[in-house]
């Protein structure tokens, strides 16, 4: 007999509203930040500032090691003159490309291993809190920007990154799967990138954000999101079941 057979309908019903709900949040966060964030797209134009000016609205996604991934493609694509490649081929591609990494080593490896040692939510949080640590990091920052903007901007980035992080894993203790994750995780980087790419012609190089426009994006993208984690969080321990085998 499976698992599945194992747990009441109640139980399955309430994990399936939570994969939906979850789901919702996720995509209306990303779209609500990207929106926000037009305003400082449209005010730097399409050359090279744009993409500093979208430094709120990169892809939750893209963790540290994954954004200089990104920046490192960049350059090895103009290296080799593919500059003609679509922008949506290479918004889509590469966003596709860091979902698959990030997913399988924060909600792959890194949650299958802390599980071995800790409880259901202590995994989810710890594994969280990495994933939004690498995200606080003060990457591709140039110049001598006001301290204190760029402490804000990136504990609110920290606290955006935890909340996804938390939702994406709770998932996979609802029934979601890591196909799944890595599916939601696509769209969402998709739909944050959209602006900077295809009207800036780059991805944002920074985490950093010091306008009001970038620190809304950033805002309205952590609330969203806070809802379907706090709604992880209150689940009974009961309640929590792996999307794959439990490890042994």
């Known amino acids: 007999m499976t698992e599945r057979a194992n747990i009441p309908e109640k139980t399955l019903r309430a994990r399936r509203r939570y994969l939906v709900m979850a789901s919702a949040c996720v995509l209306l966060a990303a779209l609500a930040a990207a929106l926000l964030a037009l305003p ?4 730097a134009g399409a050359g090279g500032e744009a993409a500093a000016g979208m430094a709120a609205s990169d892809a939750l996604g893209a963790a540290g090691a994954a954004s200089m991934l990104e920046v490192d493609a960049t350059s090895t694509a103009g290296a080799l003159g593919i500059d003609a490649c679509p922008r949506w ?3 889509v591609g590469t966003c596709v490309l860091v979902a698959v990494v990030e997913e399988l080593v924060f909600r792959g490896l890194l949650l299958r291993a802390v599980r071995r040692v800790c409880g259901p939510k202590a995994t989810i949080v710890a594994t969280a809190v990495v994933f939004a640590a690498l995200h606080g990091l003060p990457i591709g920052i140039e110049g001598d920007p006001a301290a204190e903007l760029v402490a804000a901007s990136l ?6 990154a935890l909340a996804f992080g938390i939702v994406l894993a709770a998932m996979l203790f609802r ?3 890591l196909p799944l994750v890595i599916a939601l995780h696509a769209v969402f980087d998709i ?3 959209a602006g900077p790419v295809l009207i800036g012609g780059d991805f944002p190089a920074t985490y950093a954000a010091t306008t009001p426009a970038g620190f809304a994006s950033l805002a309205a993208a ?13 689940f009974p321990e009961s309640s929590f079941s792996l999307g794959f085998p439990e490890p042994h």
């Open 191 to 193: 739909i944050y990138f």
């Open 89 to 91: 081929l290479y918004l």
């Open 175 to 177: 029934g979601g799967t």
């Open 40 to 43: 400082d797209l449209f005010a």
């Open 222 to 234: 952590t609330l969203i999101l806070a809802i379907p984690a706090a709604c992880a969080l209150r």
């Open 155 to 160: 504990t609110l980035k920290f606290l955006e």
